[in-house]
């Protein structure tokens, strides 16, 4: 009976990042991320996405506080933050909100306020989505491991939005 109920969470699990990959939110890099798990590091992907997580959300307050709080915008700084959001949504296979930083980094390199403000509302989008996602797989997957019998350490998940 326990076997019967890891599996239908395995199958969950699997629909949901077929959904995922379905939709362009990940990409193949996620996968790569996956096979960097194992018994010896079971909660690795998590942990990664968890630290993700945490930097992304700073970086998002920084563009929120450079386009909401000052008369003259630097888009510079924009540019920078950006570029650190871009890389680390591509090293964890987030892939359209990756996309949003790119169309947002163009807005900024032409000084488009319009722009800017239009990116930052589909990057709070993407990002709100892609969290809300990878924590409904992570719940998943700590459930299967339960189902399956095997003892991990549980692992912290973030909080959503």
């Excluded at 722009?115 to 892609?130: K, Q, V, W």
Aim: glycine residues 4%; proline residues 2%.
């Amino acid at each position: 009976m326990l076997g019967l109920g890891a599996e239908r969470l395995r199958l969950d699990m699997n629909r949901l990042l077929a959904l995922l990959f379905h939709q362009g939110v990940l990409d193949e890099q996620f996968l790569q991320l996956q096979q960097l798990q194992d018994e010896a590091s079971p909660n690795f992907v998590s942990e990664v996405v968890n630290i993700y997580f945490h930097e992304s959300e700073k970086l998002l307050r920084n563009l929120r506080v450079l386009l909401m709080e000052s008369e003259i915008w630097d888009y510079k700084k924009m540019g920078m933050h950006l570029n650190q959001l871009m890389g680390s949504s591509s090293s964890i296979g987030a892939k359209r909100v990756r996309n949003v930083c790119v169309a947002f980094r163009a807005a900024a390199e032409q000084n488009n306020r319009f722009g800017c403000l239009r990116a930052l509302e589909a990057l709070d989008h993407e990002y709100c989505y892609l969290k809300n996602k990878l924590v409904e797989l992570f719940q998943l997957e700590q459930q299967r491991v339960l189902a399956a019998g095997v003892r991990y350490p549980l692992l912290h998940l973030p909080q959503t939005n």
